[in-house]
């Protein structure tokens, strides 16, 4: 079946410090590709939206200049937080997108990102 | 009234019982129709996908999707110990539109 890398699945770092997370469809292309953000016990909460080789479209509320997201191509999507704030710790998945539609949505793993 | 409710739990069953899992939602023009698993800091994976209204049977698993009363449920018969974990309904209105998710219920299943 569809299956999405994503690294690191945990990382702490410093407040200041920018931190870049990698999601990868290892064995299919992903034409669009989508972060989410989930806090404890509360729901995913999507991000933003990329497609490959064109710019991200944020959610509202969600800033671009902060998460910053590059699709290079149809396997690797990242997502950059820049300039974390102790605020910014949760649980960021990624999910691919092949050519199924609805039922073809493949999430990672999710990564951890601590600021302290 | 959010999009897609859903009870957070924790619902608690005993191995072998039946779990019945719902969500409400307020969209009328969701059509397409999921639950997903997510064990503690993973990743969800996709259980059961529906579209429309209907029922869809995979092993132990019934999703039933109500269009007219806007309520979908998921059942677990002969619930195992491995079941417990975060279930999420999710939602949307075309095949290639933004899903939305619910809260998630924790479920418990106890040995």
């Known amino acids: 079946g569809a299956v999405v890398s994503q690294h690191p699945s945990r990382v702490i770092c410093k407040s200041g410090t920018s931190v870049k997370i990698e999601c990868r469809s290892l064995?299919?292309?992903?034409?669009?590709m989508f972060w989410y953000r989930q806090f404890p016990k509360q729901s995913l909460m999507l991000m933003a939206t990329?497609?490959?080789?064109?710019?991200?479209?944020?959610e509202q509320g969600v800033e671009k200049d902060k998460f910053l997201i590059n699709h290079a191509s149809l396997t690797l999507s990242t997502l950059t937080v820049t300039s974390a704030h102790p605020e910014d710790s949760s649980f960021y998945i990624c999910?691919?997108?092949?050519?199924?539609?609805?039922?073809?949505?493949?999430f990672g793993s999710g990564t951890r990102l601590t600021v302290v | 009234q959010k999009e897609v409710e859903q009870d957070p739990g924790p619902l608690s069953v005993p191995e072998g019982a039946i779990v019945s899992l719902n969500c409400t939602y307020s969209?009328?023009?969701?059509?397409?129709f999921m639950w997903y698993r997510q064990y503690s800091r993973k990743g969800p994976e996709l259980l059961m996908y529906?579209?429309?209204?209907g029922n869809k049977e995979d092993g132990r698993f019934t999703a039933q999707v109500d269009k007219s009363s806007k309520y979908i449920s998921l059942f677990i018969r002969d619930s195992q110990p491995s079941d417990s974990a975060t279930y999420l309904c999710?939602?949307?209105?075309?095949?290639?539109?933004?899903?939305?998710f619910g809260k998630g219920t924790r479920l418990h299943i106890l040995p």
């Open positions: 999710a939602m949307s209105e075309g095949r290639d539109d933004k899903i939305i």
């Open positions: 064995d299919f292309q992903a034409t669009t």
């Open positions: 529906t579209y429309s209204s």
């Open positions: 969209n009328s023009a969701f059509q397409y």
């Open positions: 999910s691919a997108r092949g050519v199924q539609g609805a039922s073809g949505y493949t």
């Open positions: 990329s497609n490959e080789g064109s710019k991200a479209t944020y």
